[in-house]
């Protein structure tokens, strides 16, 4: 059993900050890369960034020069820190990994979503 549990979201206005954190927890072997993607109403779940396990980090158009991904692998653990938030960035925020569990094979895992909203 594998859990990935995500917290950090909220309500914060325009320009402020959140800090987003996911744990993975549970029968791990090794997890190879962590990300973020994001949901708003009515629109398809996208990518927002990601990090290797070697910390190697991608990220969306929209995402570069505010976000701010980061990870701890002894705590299993991504961080997603986004500044000068802006109204069009609330949505649910999902953490994803690609975890094994034997170390013969990778299974992607999602959290539960955390809400964030960027409003005044």
């Known amino acids: 059993q594998v859990q990935l549990a995500e917290s950090g979201g909220g309500l914060v206005q325009p320009g402020g900050s959140l800090r987003l954190s996911c744990e993975a927890s549970g029968s791990i072997f090794s997890i190879n890369a962590m990300g973020w993607h994001r949901q708003a109403p009515g629109k398809e779940r996208e990518l927002v960034a990601s990090i290797t396990s070697g910390g190697a980090v991608h990220y969306r158009d929209f995402a570069l020069g505010r976000f701010t991904i980061s990870r701890d692998n002894a705590k299993n653990t991504v961080y997603l820190q986004m500044n000068s938030l802006k109204p069009e960035d609330t949505a649910v925020y999902y953490c994803?990994?690609?975890?094994?569990?034997?170390?013969?094979?990778?299974?992607?895992?999602w959290g539960q979503g955390t809400q964030v909203t960027v409003s005044s």
């Open positions: 994803l990994a690609g975890i094994s569990r034997t170390g013969y094979d990778e299974y992607d895992y």
